[in-house]
């Protein structure tokens, strides 16, 4: 086999574009720190306390509430400032509610992150999202609101009053009469009174609000601009009254004639902009199409932040889905006191760490060129390690939900490049062996061996992430395995046996009751170890293979 066509396998190339893609969300760049420039990357802001150290707040809700009321509402504000720091890039994060004794409760958040000024915008924001149109209205507007009951109503100015009225067979029946900037309801809708000008009133009608979105789609964020203006948007999904609402809504909005996109559009001809507000601060405005306003009405929807660069844009989107998806909180919350966290083992330990891993790579590399006396399979196995942990880091500071690079994800790093290591000594010794059989057929002997051992590891380390659904599942195989052994009506006690030992060790486990937190310690060995393997199974090793294949064809 030649260089070029040991370089046209797509083994070879998933290897390489593994390692670009993890270059990219490794995000090396330089910066000027104190007129140094230095590299950072986003490693940085996903290693834990015991690495950067961090910060301890104690927060304490706005409530008359005491005692067991106190410690409710409490765990209610926990619950919600989970959700907005799961849904942020704050690493090895907790929240938690300390009991202080006498029936008094606040709530303690630490993070790794030490930018002090990011968590109190997370913290100190109420995450109240409301969606408006506007309502302008000159001597008298209809506007038809609520699908269910298909209700019109009819606003009428009158100096800087706005009288408004139900409209039943042609008649008008008067709701209230309001001011500027007075906040009211009719026919189930909300509207909130701006400002009044001696021509026009203008009114904003609430088409949804937080409570109203189910679910928001970060991952199909897209990022469009130019210059200084750039817009990240991302998809979110309403609950379906709600939809049905707005798009009723909408539907009371003229479709522009001119536009090559039509949007709808005020009276007066102006684009109808559906404006975007969180704790009664304008975030943005958008611009609607005209589709919308059209049955059947689409429980899809986008929201979009802008910004000066694409990563403003796309930090302003990201804190409105944090918004969006942890909700309101349910009392507003004081910061009582802000405390650093210092770094346990120190700021120097994640490079030490990391040098430890080359250090240990060199080793092997060494010890395997003692071993085979050739160079030409010692380096390529110290490269591929080295692949699999940058490929590994690449996962670990794209995936936010793998959590922060902790002490036991170091480790848990160190056991799967030595898992890794093993399995590249078996293929080369598997290659090394009389030529009986072809080296594909020994190939596969080899990755046998390796497909096992991952699975087997797999295996043990799942209970460490979710110790609950590896119970239900060893009761399910056990279950299966007795279920085969008497349908197969040929009685094997074996089976039978190691069937009752599974659903005796889930019925233990399921009673017990092994939380996740309690084996959190440990939850990043077992997360890293995993997907050190998956990455060596599906991407080095068979790459690892094909280059044994091709020295030993040029022998």
Do not use: C
Request: net charge negative; charged share 20%; glycine share 8%.
């Amino acid at each position: 086999m030649e260089v070029k066509e040991f370089m046209k396998e797509w083994r070879i190339w998933v290897l390489l574009l593994a390692l670009g893609i993890s270059t990219l969300w490794i995000g090396p760049s330089y910066e000027n720190r104190n007129g140094d420039v230095v590299m950072t990357t986003q490693l940085e802001d996903r290693t834990g306390i015991q690495f950067s150290g961090g910060t301890r707040m104690l927060l304490t809700p706005q409530t008359n509430a005491t005692g067991q009321e106190l410690q409710s509402v409490a765990t209610d504000v926990k619950d919600v400032l989970g959700l907005r720091i799961a849904s942020s890039d704050l690493g090895d994060a907790q929240v938690r509610v300390v009991d202080l004794g006498d029936g008094q409760y606040k709530i303690q958040l630490q993070t790794a992150n030490t930018n002090q000024t990011k968590l109190r915008e997370l913290i100190s924001q109420q995450g109240s999202f409301e969606a408006r149109m506007p309502l302008n209205v000159g001597d008298s507007k209809n506007l038809t609101v609520n699908y269910q009951n298909e209700t019109q109503l009819n606003f009428q100015k009158q100096g800087s009053n706005v009288t408004v009225s139900r409209v039943t067979n042609g008649n008008l029946n008067q709701i209230g009469v309001f001011q500027p900037e007075d906040r009211f309801t009719a026919a189930e809708t909300t509207f909130f009174y701006e400002n009044s000008t001696e021509d026009v009133s203008r009114l904003e009608v609430i088409a949804y609000n937080g409570e109203d979105i189910l679910s928001v789609n970060w991952n199909e964020r897209r990022t469009r601009g130019s210059g200084s203006q750039f817009r990240t948007s991302f998809p979110i999904q309403l609950e379906k009254e709600a939809a049905m609402d707005t798009g009723l809504i909408f539907s009371n909005y003229l479709p522009s004639i001119t536009s090559e996109n039509s949007q709808l559009q005020l009276d007066d001809g102006s684009p109808a902009r559906l404006r975007l507000y969180v704790d009664g601060e304008l975030r943005n405005a958008l611009t609607v199409a005209s589709g919308l306003g059209e049955e059947p009405y689409s429980t899809r929807s986008s929201i979009s932040a802008t910004g000066a660069s694409p990563s403003e844009a796309r930090d302003n989107a990201r804190e409105l889905q944090t918004i969006l998806k942890s909700g309101k909180l349910p009392v507003p919350v004081q910061i009582e006191s802000v405390s650093r966290i210092s770094a346990a083992l120190g700021s120097q330990f994640m490079l030490a760490s990391i040098l430890a891993i080359i250090g240990s790579l060199v080793a092997v590399g060494l010890l395997v060129f003692v071993r085979y006396d050739d160079i030409r399979y010692a380096l390529p196995i110290v490269l591929t390690g080295a692949s699999e942990v940058y490929i590994l880091f690449g996962f670990w500071s794209w995936f936010t939900q793998l959590g922060s690079i902790s002490l036991s994800a170091i480790a848990g790093i160190i056991a799967a490049v030595g898992t890794g290591v093993d399995d590249q000594i078996i293929i080369t010794d598997e290659s090394g062996k009389e030529q009986v059989r072809s080296v594909s057929e020994r190939m596969k002997r080899a990755f046998f061996v390796i497909f096992t051992s991952a699975a087997s590891t797999i295996g043990a380390m799942f209970p460490i992430l979710s110790a609950g659904t590896a119970s239900i599942l060893i009761g399910i195989a056990g279950a299966s395995l007795i279920g085969y052994a008497f349908y197969s009506r040929r009685t094997n006690y074996s089976f039978v046996a190691i069937g009752s030992m599974a659903l005796a060790v889930s019925i233990v486990t399921s009673a017990v009751g092994p939380s996740s937190a309690a084996l959190q310690t440990i939850h990043g060995f077992a997360a890293t170890t995993i997907l050190g393997i998956l990455i060596g199974i599906t991407v080095t090793r068979p790459a690892y293979s094909k280059y044994v294949e091709y020295i030993e064809k040029e022998k």
